[in-house]
């Protein structure tokens, strides 16, 4: 089992930048591949990034590809979503969640990161 805090989110102007950041402790981070998603206030959730358990593969969600990168740290157990250029329909509350086997479903979930992007 894997439990993930994330951090880094806060209130940025648009065209602004965050690194989120999701921290892993448990099982080794390399074991599971990870994705972010969001939430925005009275939306469903919806998938924003993933990356393989090997870092080798990313996708992205055509609203924020070539804006955000997914990357990851094993030997830090940590998984970053730098995001760029950075709009107010980005706000939503943001979750990472980490699955052991590729193109499963996310077993675990952390607690999530507010982002606010005022225009």
């Known amino acids: 089992q894997v439990q993930l805090v994330e951090s880094g989110g806060g209130l940025v102007q648009a065209g602004g930048s965050l690194r989120l950041s999701c921290a892993a402790s448990?099982?080794?981070?390399?074991?599971?591949?990870v994705g972010w998603f969001r939430q925005a206030p009275g939306k469903e959730r919806e998938f924003v990034a993933a990356i393989r358990r090997s870092g080798g593969s990313t996708s992205y969600a055509d609203s924020v590809k070539g804006r955000f990168t997914i990357s990851r740290d094993n030997a830090k157990n940590t998984v970053y979503l730098q995001m760029n250029s950075l709009k107010p329909e980005d706000t939503a509350v943001y979750y990472c969640a980490a699955r052991v086997l590729d193109d499963t479903s996310y077993a675990y979930w952390g607690q999530g990161t507010q982002v606010t992007v005022s225009s």
């Open positions: 448990g099982r080794p981070f390399s074991s599971y591949g």
